[in-house]
Nanobody, 124 residues
């Protein structure tokens, strides 16, 4: 079992950048799939990006594929989401999630473990 803690959210102007981190407060990322999702109030949770700890395979939503990059540091049990050229519509709570898997699934329902979320606000 793994516990996830996100950090790095904040307020940034449109066009700016933020780097989110998700660390394992308990357990390790060995053999896990790690994903980033985002959710606005009253909306469904939306896939952003995912990476596998084995092989480093990635998957990104088309809406962010040019601007966002996901990466993993297995030695630090930390996954990152580098977000560039942020837009007001990127304003959301961003969640880190994990499941034992070797494929980069985008469906939030297949993930077993979730962090508490970190708020990202992009001002225009």
């Amino acid at each position: 079992q793994v516990q996830l803690v996100e950090s790095g959210g904040g307020v940034v102007q449109a066009g700016g950048s933020l780097k989110l981190s998700c660390a394992a407060s308990r357990g390790t990322f060995s053999r896990y799939l790690l994903g980033w999702f985002r959710q606005a109030p009253g909306e469904e949770r939306e896939f952003v990006a995912a990476v596998t700890s084995i092989g480093g395979g990635t998957n990104r939503a088309s809406s962010v594929s040019v601007r966002f990059t996901i990466s993993i540091d297995n030695a630090k049990n930390t996954v990152y989401l580098q977000m560039n050229d942020l837009k007001p519509e990127d304003t959301n709570v961003y969640y880190c999630a994990a499941r034992l898997a070797t494929r980069a699934y985008s469906d939030p329902q297949v993930y077993d473990y979730w962090g508490q979320g970190t708020q990202v606000t992009v001002s225009s």
